[in-house]
């Protein structure tokens, strides 16, 4: 993305009529701004995620080693798995790095690119909307049940939440990549990093 924060992440231009006069105030480019705020909160939760991941499991490593008389912080480990999976879900598939197919890739900026594009945030928004309904009921579930892991007592909701944040956040990337399809500009959001 250019630091205007107007080039595609794709480093394509758009080129067509519609999509190169549209308003610089519109709903979609509010939209995106409210996206790429996401994306750099989604970044920052993988990055801590990351962290306490790495942290937990030398901790683990040192107290087991040592035969410290601390409970074992493995179990935070486990827990960071969740958001580093499905809020790096989300963030992947804002940055379309997420599965893709080479050939369609390959295609050059234009009509059949846009339409393929739109096919898969389709599908993604299809799987999110499904997996928001799968997560609503573990989340539900765990909040209502209390319970907790075994070590240090962690909810069983924290993990539970990620996973239902990460499936809302997917859903909401792939509204707007269908929304960008229509409109005729190339998918993806903003660069989060610029």
Do not use: K, Q
Not at 112 to 128: E, K, Q, W
Not at 133 to 152: H, K, M, N, P, V
């Amino acid at each position: 993305m250019a630091l205007d924060e107007i080039t595609p992440m794709n480093g394509h231009e758009t080129r067509s009529g519609p999509a190169a006069a549209r308003a610089a105030g519109s709903v979609l480019d509010a939209l995106m701004r409210v996206e790429l705020v996401l994306a750099r909160m989604e970044n920052a939760v993988v990055i801590a995620a990351m962290a306490v991941a790495i942290l937990a499991v030398a901790m683990s490593v040192a107290i087991r080693f040592f035969n410290l008389p601390i409970p074992d912080t493995g179990e935070w480990a486990m827990v960071a798995m969740s958001p580093l999976t499905f809020i790096g879900g989300a963030l992947c598939s804002h940055l379309h790095r997420h599965l893709t197919a080479d050939i369609v890739e390959m295609l050059p900026p234009g009509r059949l690119r846009r339409s393929l594009d739109a096919v898969a945030a389709v599908l993604c928004l299809v799987f999110g909307l499904f997996f928001i309904a799968l997560a609503w009921d573990l989340f539900d579930y765990a909040r209502s049940s209390g319970e907790r892991l075994i070590d240090l007592g962690t909810p069983i909701a924290i993990p539970a939440g990620f996973v239902l944040a990460g499936a809302a956040l997917m859903t909401f990337h792939a509204v707007l990549d269908i929304w960008r399809a229509l409109e005729g500009r190339e998918p993806g959001g903003y660069n989060p990093w610029r």
